[in-house]
């Protein structure tokens, strides 16, 4: 009798140091299942994509320049930037489209004496243009530097909030039409019956704004060269829509 109770504990023993080895180092086994537990709601995603080509374009540019005498600076920036800005209506942009970024003043120090002074100071002032005109924007960017600009930074093109919100609403029905398609799809597939529609989630990438073309031929030094030749191309709206149903 001790024998046999010896010879069980051994064979449970071996047992489990077979388990224990075959899930240590034994071949892994898959397993995959879905469930749906009654009461919850069954989810379905679908995404919706519209190319469109931007109707605006977005120029920084600016004027900078230092001097001894922080007035005679100022006076030189100031009048410089309504040259400026007065050629930039002429080019057809209007008034509410130009929009000041900045107007800096920095005192300039010598740094190099035995006590710091300050040697000059370094005013500057920025403006976004908003160019609807496409047509216009070579113009802006070739005769800019005519007028007092020294700072030009690259053509951004963008939505305008009409089309943006335009474009999103189309993106929007073609993501709830492929998440119904794929609903009723899967439904039919697994052999259930869906209810009605009881949440709706969207999400959208952050920033829709195509990349930027740099401002090209702009220095003093340049204005032989041909004007640039700048494309809009098009830009992409992604929208992921999520919509969850009863399940009878």
């Known amino acids: 009798?001790?024998?046999?109770?010896?010879?069980?504990?051994?064979?449970?023993?071996?047992?489990?140091?077979?388990?224990?080895?075959?899930?240590?180092?034994?071949?892994?086994?898959?397993?995959?299942?879905?469930?749906?537990?009654?009461?919850e709601p069954f989810i379905v995603q679908g995404e919706g994509k519209e190319a469109v080509a931007p109707d605006i374009a977005k120029i920084d540019i600016g004027i900078q320049e230092s001097g001894?005498?922080?007035?005679?600076?100022?006076?030189?920036?100031?009048?410089?930037?309504?040259d400026l800005v007065a050629q930039v209506k002429k080019l057809g942009v209007e008034?509410?489209?130009?929009?000041?970024?900045?107007?800096?003043?920095?005192?300039?120090y010598d740094y190099t004496a035995p006590t710091q002074r300050?040697?000059?100071?370094?005013?500057?002032?920025?403006?976004?243009?908003?160019v609807r005109d496409?047509?216009?924007?070579?113009?802006?960017?070739?005769?800019?530097?005519?007028?007092?600009?020294?700072?030009v930074g690259g053509v951004n093109f963008d939505l305008s909030d009409d089309l943006k919100n335009k474009t999103l609403q189309t993106a929007r029905e073609e993501a709830v039409s492929e998440a119904k398609s794929k609903a009723e799809g899967l439904a039919k597939a697994a052999g259930i019956t869906l209810g009605k529609i009881i949440n709706v989630s969207e999400s959208t990438p952050s920033n829709i704004r195509p990349l930027a073309v740099?401002?090209?031929g702009l220095g003093a030094a340049e204005k032989s060269?041909?004007?640039?030749d700048v494309q809009p191309g098009t830009t992409e709206v992604d929208v992921t829509i999520s919509l969850s149903y009863e399940v009878r």
């Open 134 to 151: 496409f047509t216009k924007i070579n113009d802006l960017i070739s005769s800019v530097t005519d007028f007092g600009a020294n700072m």
């Open 118 to 130: 300050i040697t000059g100071y370094q005013v500057s002032i920025s403006y976004e243009i908003t």
């Open 95 to 108: 008034p509410k489209d130009i929009k000041t970024i900045s107007y800096s003043v920095y005192p300039q």
């Open 68 to 82: 001894g005498s922080l007035k005679t600076v100022q006076d030189s920036v100031n009048k410089k930037s309504q």
């Open 214 to 216: 740099p401002a090209v």
């Open 1 to 39: 009798m001790q024998e046999k109770s010896v010879s069980f504990i051994g064979s449970i023993i071996i047992f489990f140091v077979l388990l224990f080895v075959f899930a240590k180092w034994g071949p892994a086994i898959n397993f995959s299942s879905t469930t749906q537990t009654k009461g």
């Open 225 to 228: 060269v041909a004007q640039p």
